[in-house]
């Protein structure tokens, strides 16, 4: 892998925000503006603002077919992610909308602050069925926006009222904003929240997860979590080979510390612009082991940079998939913890009111 001269985008996880041509669009042109013509000479800015644009979606809750994944809908409160992770396999999402999966999917973020009415509209009408609502599929319900726009909360809320289950994963510790509601709905079987760390390097963490909270925080909210009786669940994902699978064994054996008694490991995903973006990330922070982790990574994808095929996208092959399994089973034996299946209620569903009132009683 090359070597990359230009300087590191400071504070942001990918290194530039070019717009992939995959559905056909055309490249945004200049405006005239002289930033343009800056832009054209010295590359993007150094220092990037992050914007919000609200957006008003006719529908909140989106429902899949995969048959490898385990829930049936989730609902995304924002589209793009100021946490900025380099390796965040929902990137290519901002294409569809002309947008770059790289800087502009953590500068450039979109807000539905009807989600809570929306949502309370679907679980009212007569033909709806619950099952788990999955919320942090996409992108974090907790990043930094979320402490002023309160749309997860909001969203939580209609659940309670309705007795509705939701799976919650997240990045940030902000998610302990709204314990007192997870600990109301773990009372009646209806939360289990899953929090990811992936490394106890700050440094480290500052690049590859620039904007999301420092591990540190994320392993104390677990501990949090599971001292109010909410089920919590510690997701060691990704596995980075050759950059962060040497904290897998630590990460284990200090959320057991915690009583946390769920973990699990996803490797490294690299779908559509993802792999170049990726790439790029290496090439300004590790240009000198850029060549062996995308080598390990293709070793445990086919020979391909990704593996987009239903089940095997989740399971990695060869050596080296092997050999993590191996140190993941091991560590856990170690420290006693497992992988909890947290069964959530469906039973107590009750269709909710309609004109944003609810109940008092």
Known sequence: MEKRLAPAVNGRGAQSGAVPDRFGLATRETDGDWRDYM??????????????????????LSFNRSPDIAFDRSINAYRGCEHGCIYCFARPTHAYHDLSPGLDFETKLYAKPDAARLLRETLAKPKYRPRPIA??????????IERRYRITRQVLEVCLDA????TITTKSDRVLDDLDLLVAMAEQQLVAVAISVTT????????????????????AALGKLVQAGVPAHCSIAPIIPAITDEFMEEIVARAAALGVRSAGWIPLRLPHEVAPLFREWLSVHFPERGDKVMSIVRSIRGGRDNDP????????????ADLFR????IACKRAGIGKERFELDCSQFRPPEIGGQMRLF
């Open 39 to 60: 832009e054209t000479l010295d590359g993007p800015p150094v220092k990037l603002r992050t914007t919000v644009t609200e957006e008003r979606p006719k529908t909140i």
């Open 135 to 144: 919320m942090g599929t996409n992108t974090d319900p907790y990043q930094p």
């Open 163 to 166: 007795r509705h289950p939701v």
């Open 200 to 219: 106890f390097d700050p440094k480290l963490s500052g690049k590859l997860e620039p904007r999301a909270a420092a591990p540190a925080k994320r392993l």
């Open 309 to 320: 095929d239903f089940f095997t996208r989740m399971k990695p092959s060869g050596v080296w």
């Open 326 to 329: 191996a140190r993941f089973r």
